[in-house]
């Protein structure tokens, strides 16, 4: 049971570090990816810019915008002081540079150190100068570019502008950003591409190290959360433990004075004067009471035999034909002094399981059923053969259970409702130890039932 129940916490722990992880490493993902989409866009835009500049083009307001932001990115970023340093232009140079340009193209076009911190970036852009059918005009691209995106163009030249992401044939995405040109003469539009292989193998390595990590993290945290569930419940088990001892010690004790008190019982009611009633009946209710407390301990001491996993077992090959007749027939005089008809129903089949227990959870069955089911009633023992395994059922005529009773009968010491009340029945114990006995024999156990229609009990076992 503690294993279990062990394993259980140690996944929960594990989970939860995973999804911790996960959110974790998701979110630097996205982070990372969402960073170089916009800086994507705004160099796309920025060079959209440039390129409307040079055609002596009025410039959208987006694109103005996005330029201005472009500039601030720059100069937040650090780079561009970097490479001053590395390339050797001065801050004195780069004042020259733009003391000899007027002062729209120092608004527009960026300076030499700043295209020397960002060559990288706005190298990798090619530029599409296409018409309106979506033929390239001309090539002012050192490199052969892709082909350009029809669907695209005409997206742009219906809404003003259009951004997206493309797959290449050869399977590499490209960001795409195509804006209509506003002069009358010259290209329709211009059509402005990035190829994303580099950001997809920065992405793709940054997802592998996450996925390393996170692997490594649940392995320590898988192994941590074992190490922890077991000392958290260390005190458990070992109260558990000592309960069960006490219990299985308990009933081995009591057992004999109960017999004692028994076989006491039994020799003064044989001495006492038959016209002595009342003490007759009070030896009488010692016999009964004595009888009561000694199912009841036996069924203590099975039950603990189950917790600890200690209940003996003799599996063997069993024929339900032969062992149901016989069930069947010693309790059908039973069921006679209560006017219960028990009868036999189809039987087939034979599994593997341990006769004595297996008769003593059919006896438990037909107990109860002879219990709860009311003079002139009928319970019917049947075993019939399903798929690949043998469904052996108790179905009675009785009182039935109720629906927020019927999941709970088979837990320990429950008790239902008045109409089935267990009076005179084991406490509340005979289900959960047909449950126990059941699955320690490789089987499963359930209940349906219908108000005033009675309740069908099933054990399912693997044919043999």
């Known amino acids: 049971m503690f294993s279990g129940l062990r394993l259980r916490l140690s996944l929960l722990y594990a989970l939860s570090a995973l999804a911790l992880v996960a959110l974790i490493g998701g979110g630097a993902y996205l982070v990372v990816a969402s960073y170089f989409r916009d800086v994507t866009d705004l160099a796309l835009q920025h060079k959209m810019t440039h390129e409307f500049h040079a055609l002596a083009a009025p410039i959208p307001p987006e694109l103005a915008g996005a330029d201005r932001d472009w500039s601030l990115l720059r100069s937040e970023s650090g780079f561009l002081q970097q490479r001053r340093t590395a390339s050797g232009i001065s801050e004195d140079d780069e004042a020259d540079a733009r003391d000899g340009d007027d002062d729209t193209t120092a608004a527009a076009e960026p300076s030499a150190g700043e295209i020397l911190a960002y060559d990288g970036e706005l190298a990798a852009i090619f530029v599409l100068p296409l018409d309106r059918d979506g033929q390239l005009l001309f090539d002012p691209n050192p490199a052969v570019p892709p082909a350009p995106d029809l669907s695209a163009l005409q997206a742009a030249l219906s809404d003003g502008s259009d951004v997206r992401t493309v797959v290449l044939p050869d399977g590499r995405d490209v960001r795409l950003l195509t804006y209509p040109l506003t002069r009358s003469d010259g290209p329709a539009a211009l059509q402005l591409g990035r190829v994303l292989g580099d950001q997809e193998q920065v992405l793709r390595q940054l997802m592998i190290g996450l996925l390393a990590l996170g ?7 898988g192994a941590g959360s074992w190490w922890l569930a077991g000392r958290a419940l260390r005190p458990a088990q070992d109260a558990w433990e000592r309960q069960q001892r006490f219990v299985a010690s308990a009933s ?6 109960l017999t004692l008190i028994r076989a006491s019982a039994e020799v003064a009611l044989r001495g006492m004067a038959p016209d002595n009633a009342d003490q ?5 209710d010692v016999i009964s009471e004595s009888d009561h407390m000694r199912r009841l301990v036996n069924d203590l001491l099975t039950l603990s035999r189950l917790d600890s ?6 599996v ?20 006679a002094e ?18 004595d227990w297996l008769r003593q959870v059919l006896l438990i069955l037909l107990d109860n059923a002879l219990r709860h089911t009311p003079a002139g009633g009928q319970i019917v023992l049947a075993a019939v053969v399903q798929g690949r395994g043998v469904c052996l059922s108790v179905a009675d005529s009785g009182n039935g259970i109720a629906p927020e009773h019927l999941p709970h009968i088979f837990e320990r010491f ?30 499963q156990v359930g209940a349906a039932s219908e108000p005033g229609r009675g309740t069908r009990i099933w054990l399912s076992f693997p044919h043999a």
Request: proline share 4%; hydrophobic share 45%.
């Open 309 to 314: 996993g200690q209940l003996p077992l003799s």
């Open 215 to 221: 692997s490594l993290s649940m392995m320590l945290v």
């Open 414 to 443: 429950y008790r239902a409702d008045p109409a089935r009340s267990r009076e005179g029945g084991n406490a509340g114990l005979g289900l959960a130890i047909a449950k126990g006995l059941v699955e320690a024999m490789g089987g």
């Open 252 to 257: 081995h004790e009591l057992r004999t004075p």
């Open 280 to 284: 007759r009946e009070l030896l009488g």
């Open 338 to 355: 209560r006017e219960v008809t028990v009868a036999l129903g189809a039987v087939a089949g034979t599994l593997n399981a341990d006769p």
């Open 316 to 335: 063997t090959l069993i024929d339900l034909s032969v062992l149901l007749t016989e069930i069947q027939r010693k309790t059908a005089r039973l069921g």
